[in-house]
């Protein structure tokens, strides 16, 4: 499961997400989530043509000996 943190810099927020390999997750930018940074769909209750951004870690090759 996709771990985040976020810290103050600056004056600014900063939201780091950790993805595990193959792991897919779908980042709010509408701002409007309760699951933030997530995505949980509230951007289609808005006026607006903002979606989420589809994040994607590939996944680990394996390495033949």
């Given at each position: 499961?996709?771990?985040?943190?976020?810290?103050?810099?600056?004056?600014?927020?900063?939201?780091?997400?950790?993805?595990?390999?193959?792991?897919?997750?779908?980042?709010?930018?509408?701002?409007?989530?309760?699951?933030?940074?997530?995505?949980?769909?509230?951007?289609?209750?808005?006026?607006?043509?903002?979606?989420p951004v589809?994040?994607?870690?590939?996944?680990?090759?394996?390495?033949?000996?």
């Amino acid at each position: 499961m996709a771990e985040h943190s976020t810290e103050e810099r600056n004056g600014h927020l900063r939201t780091e997400v950790k993805l595990a390999a193959g792991e897919k997750v779908a980042l709010c930018r509408c701002f409007g989530s309760g699951d933030f940074p997530f995505c949980d769909g509230t951007h289609k209750t808005l006026k607006s043509s903002v979606g989420p951004v589809i994040v994607s870690a590939p996944k680990e090759e394996k390495k033949e000996d």
